[in-house]
């Protein structure tokens, strides 16, 4: 990648796309669900993959369809058990990385949730450590959940993704004395959890309608 100073590795852990985002069941069925699911993960992982390089980004899930698109891009596929949970497919990432790498690169946590996700979101975390931050993160529009994580190396923290996600990364660096950089961007920002998430999506000007991707 230009204009990086060290290796970068994008991890995405995804779990099944046929169970995913059932919070949305007010404003979408299942099928839909499922289509809408699988098109942002394309679209994350189209993103990662023309950032970084389909050499330098893994997938890890228990859902064969995932793995299926993920090796059909070019992408590194780690297999784990669709029920074991976001931290745990981070961890299984870094693990692998450490196996993987000659030196310990950075890592760049992205969840497949993020519809409009673009390569200079990428780049700005990206350079926020190129400018002296050992941590990276990047909280939804809540504040409360992690739309992003860069570390410098995977074995600086512990991960702990879910509810509060933002303040137990940003805590956990700080007790560490790691130097810490929160990026907020709107495009970043959001996650697609929710029907006001749905409706967020569609304010964004030439955003895609919600319905009509999940329509296909």
Do not use: Y
Request: aromatic share 4%; charged share 20%.
């Amino acid at each position: 990648m230009k204009g990086t100073t060290r290796e970068t590795w994008i991890a995405l852990p995804v779990r099944s796309l046929a169970g995913a985002k059932t919070r949305l069941a007010p404003a979408l069925d299942a099928p839909a669900r499922r289509m809408l699911a699988e098109k942002m993960f394309r679209h994350v992982l189209g993103v990662a993959i023309a950032f970084a390089g389909a050499s330098h980004c893994m997938v890890v899930t228990g859902d064969p369809d995932v793995a299926r698109l993920a090796a059909q891009a070019g992408a590194l596929v780690v297999a784990e058990g669709e029920a074991a949970g976001m931290n745990h497919a981070v961890a299984l990432a870094a693990e692998r990385l450490a196996a993987l790498a000659d030196e310990q690169p950075r890592l760049l946590v992205l969840p497949g949730d993020l519809p409009l996700l673009a390569a200079g979101e990428l780049a700005v975390l990206v350079a926020a450590a190129d400018a002296g931050a050992s941590v990276v993160i990047a909280p939804d529009r809540s504040r409360s959940g992690t739309n992003a994580l860069l570390i410098e190396r995977p074995d600086l923290m512990r991960f702990s993704f879910g509810e509060g996600s933002f303040e137990a990364h940003r805590r956990q660096a700080e007790q560490a004395h790691l130097t810490v950089a929160i990026v907020s961007r709107p495009r970043l920002a959001l996650d697609i959890d929710t029907p006001n998430d749905l409706l967020e999506l569609d304010s964004f000007a030439g955003a895609p309608d919600p319905k009509a991707a999940a329509d296909g």
